[in-house]
């Protein structure tokens, strides 16, 4: 007869340790001193999903197509962070619909209050704001424009461009 544990016991004591390891790890990561970062609630925002008209296109370098969106109002509830040290993230999603590569989409962007102009591609998570919260609500308008590789891109026939940035509250100890 074996000495050897059989496979339920070894399960056990694997469980046990992972939950043992986790209960060590926990604390580290809510301890004070270290950032959190949440999405921000936008849902009262106008237009928070972007959608191109291609009306608007004029050709750049190489084909590239350059696309005045406009003005795009956000409403960032900041109301859970009063009095904290924040930074404050536009989010480009990974995921478009039709895109074939992260190359073929490059979002600008030119606050027209405090937050930074800047410049992203999908998946990029690019800063826009650092400071002191002081207000339950950021309101901020940010001028668009999209410059679109269309070789990168398939869309169905009928189909638009089109997807949703966010921004992420990251908050500083």
């Known amino acids: 007869m074996s000495t050897m544990p059989g496979p339920v016991p070894a399960l056990r004591a694997c469980r046990a340790l992972a939950i043992a390891l986790w209960a060590c790890a926990a604390p580290a990561w809510s301890a004070p001193g270290h950032a959190l970062v949440v999405r921000l609630d936008d849902s009262t925002s106008p237009r928070p999903h972007v959608q191109v008209d291609t009306r608007h296109a004029r050709v750049i370098d190489g084909g590239v197509l350059e696309l005045p969106f406009g003005r795009v109002e956000y409403r960032l509830a900041t109301a859970p962070y009063l009095g904290q040290r924040a930074r404050i993230f536009h989010v480009i999603p990974l995921s478009v619909a039709g895109m074939l590569s992260p190359a073929g989409l490059q979002v600008q962007w030119r606050g027209n209050g ?15 704001w650092n400071g002191l919260v002081q207000t339950p609500w950021m309101i901020e308008t940010l001028d668009l424009n999209l410059r679109i590789d269309p070789r990168q891109f398939r869309l169905s026939r009928g189909s638009a461009l089109s997807f949703e940035s966010f921004f992420e509250i990251e908050t500083l100890p």
């Open 114 to 128: 405090s937050f930074t102009a800047g410049a992203g591609r999908p998946g990029d998570r690019v800063q826009v």
